[in-house]
Each structure stands twice: as structure tokens, then as C-alpha cells.
């Protein structure tokens, strides 16, 4: 199973980024899908969750600013990201749960300048 995550950039506070992430190399269904991400020095944390049936779940950080969708067809997840703010720059990664265990993409980077 591989994860690629991409959309990553460098955007002024304010502005916004869509993230995307594909998921190849199984046919796993795509039950619940994750996007975290992990600033230095701090630990990884969650900051959206998508589940088949269409169920979201958001942090109180980046709730009411990002959206996590999907497209089951295309194997893809997405995170939309608005009002961005410098404290919301981190790696972002991509992270499908299964029984075997999770799947990682290999991160994205998100840079807010002030």
C-alpha cells in the first residue's frame, strides 16, 4: 500500500491550501482516512478524519477552516485548508487505518508566513 500526499507549499496567513492524497498498490477499502501533521519540536497530532459514509471529525484548532473529503473512485482524500495561520505550519501526512495496521504517506510540507 503506498500514500502520496501532496499540495504542500509555502502561502501567506489568510490564504489557503488543498492537500491531496492517493492511495495505490491495495484495493483496502478506504473505510476511514486520516490527515495529521507535526510542527518541530512537537508531537504528531490529528487535524481531520473522513469516513466512508461521509462522518468528519475536526479538532478544535482547524475546525470551521479545513474540510477533509474523498473520492472513493479515485482512491484520493483531500484537505482543503483556509484561513490559514502561521501556528498550522507542519509536515502534514496522509494516514490510512487498517486491522494490519496504519499506512503512512511520506508528508507534505505547509509553511504560513505571517
Known amino acids: 500500500v503506498q500514500l502520496q500526499a501532496s499540495g504542500g507549499g509555502l502561502v501567506q496567513a489568510g490564504g489557503s491550501l488543498r492537500l491531496s492524497c492517493v492511495v495505490s498498490?491495495?484495493?483496502?477499502?478506504?473505510?476511514?482516512m486520516r490527515w495529521y501533521r507535526q510542527a518541530p519540536g512537537k508531537e504528531r497530532e490529528l487535524v481531520a478524519a473522513?469516513?466512508?459514509?461521509?462522518?468528519?471529525t475536526y479538532p478544535d484548532p482547524v475546525k470551521g477552516r479545513f474540510t477533509i473529503s474523498g473520492d472513493v473512485a479515485k482512491r484520493t482524500v483531500y484537505l482543503q485548508m483556509d484561513s490559514l495561520k502561521p501556528e498550522d505550519t507542519a509536515v502534514y501526512y496522509c494516514?490510512?487505518?487498517?486491522?494490519?495496521?496504519?499506512?503512512w504517506g511520506q508528508g507534505t510540507q505547509v509553511t504560513v508566513s505571517s
Open positions: 498498490g491495495s484495493a483496502l477499502s478506504l473505510n476511514i
Open positions: 494516514n490510512l487505518p487498517t486491522i494490519w495496521g496504519d499506512y
Open positions: 473522513f469516513t466512508r459514509n461521509g462522518d468528519t
